[in-house]
């Protein structure tokens, strides 16, 4: 009985708990995948506004009039103000023309990555770079390039350079829980900027497994270990605009430790509501028993034809059934005593006939 009252809602309970964190997870998720859509939009759009300036500034009357030194000035407004770390100009073999961080006039090096400068000039379009080390400042860098042109045709390219601090200045303005970790990788894998910082990891590649699945997937999901070991379910995107990918990874105890804190306490109200049906029911059932055994006495007295006396029982049916054994014991108890009546009286009658009995010879009698 008691099994019978409580696997019901044992089974209930359980399909309950499972739903809830299957739903709670799944929520989660999209969550996630939420944050690293915003991530890559507010990355593309940083890209594109640094782009809109440096094709502004492509166009500057003194670039295109050969005064170098007027556009080194103009150059330096565009980086006090913030808005590009540093500017840039070099010819069409990425030997650098301006450079805003040293001071006009001074022998410049090749450019850090003469590869995106002939991407400029290949693709004859703006193109953004994947990290690189600069060769003046010795540290990780990005770039965008945009073509120069004088009279139409190509003359120069104008870089914008961005130290990876400003893409994580990105993330982090998104205000990402402070379990989750966001990351951005570009074409190559390297790790341009990750919050929250992890010591000496950018320019290293990102998580393998990231790194692997971005070579046959540009968006989805996977189980990854972030770069300092856990294991996390990481969703990610390749942007369009760049070619970068940003990901976010949630690791494994935080997408469960709130979850499981709440289901715990889920299933220690079931389980507290589970004892109190056992105890009821235990109760219940004892009650039934203490009944039913009771009548065992009464049973038995019955049988040997004694007299009954079955006090008032708790539960109904067993004290209908008592007081059943009660009138039964009387019914018994009348009809013994109309048995042993009617037994005197043929006793008596036998007794009567005897007396009757006339001898009629000596050899002959006659039963009247």
């Not at 400068?117 to 693709?123: G, H, K, L, S």
């Not at 109200?269 to 109190?276: D, I």
Request: with cysteine; aromatic share 4%; hydrophobic share 45%.
């Amino acid at each position: 009985l008691i099994a019978a009252c409580i696997a019901p809602a044992f089974l209930m309970a359980a399909a309950l708990l499972y739903v809830y964190y299957e739903r709670e997870q799944n929520q989660l998720i999209r969550d996630a995948v939420a944050t690293e859509r915003a991530l890559s939009f507010a990355l593309d759009r940083e890209l594109v506004s640094l782009e809109t300036t440096l094709l502004a500034l492509a166009g500057s009357v003194d670039l295109k009039s050969g005064d170098l030194e007027a556009f080194d000035r103009q150059a330096r407004v565009i980086v006090q103000d913030r808005r590009i770390d540093n500017i840039v100009l070099t010819d069409l073999h990425a030997q650098q023309l301006v450079n805003t961080r040293q001071a006009w006039g001074r022998p410049l090096p090749l450019y850090g990555s003469p590869d995106l400068v002939q991407r400029v000039v290949d693709a004859q379009k703006p193109v953004i770079s994947d990290l690189f080390i600069g060769r003046l400042v010795g540290k990780p860098l990005t770039s965008i390039g945009v073509p120069v042109r004088q009279g139409g045709a190509l003359s120069a390219v104008l870089l914008g350079t961005i130290e990876p601090q400003r893409f994580a200045d990105i993330l982090l303005q998104q205000g990402l829980p402070d379990d989750q970790v966001a990351g951005v990788l570009d074409r190559s894998g390297a790790l341009i900027a990750r919050t929250p910082e992890l010591a000496g990891a950018i320019g290293h590649p990102g998580p393998t497994e990231l790194v692997e699945q971005l070579k046959t997937s540009g968006r989805g999901q996977l189980e990854a270990t972030t770069l300092d070991g856990r294991a996390a379910l990481t969703l990610y995107g390749r942007s369009e605009k760049s070619g970068w990918t940003v990901y976010v990874a949630v690791p494994r105890e935080s997408l469960a430790g709130d979850l499981w804190r709440t289901l715990g306490w889920m299933m220690a109200a079931t389980a507290l509501l589970l004892l109190a049906t056992l105890s009821m029911a235990w109760r219940l059932g004892g009650k039934i028993t203490r009944a039913i055994r009771a009548l065992v006495a009464p049973a038995l007295a019955l049988g040997e034809g004694k007299s009954l006396n079955v006090p008032a029982l708790p539960i109904r049916e067993v004290d209908e059934l008592g007081k059943a054994l009660v009138k039964a014991s009387d019914m018994l108890s009348q009809a013994n005593t109309a048995r042993r009546r009617g037994e005197a009286r043929m006793q008596g009658i036998l007794e009567s006939a005897m007396d009757a009995i006339i001898t009629v010879d000596d050899s002959h009698t006659i039963l009247v």
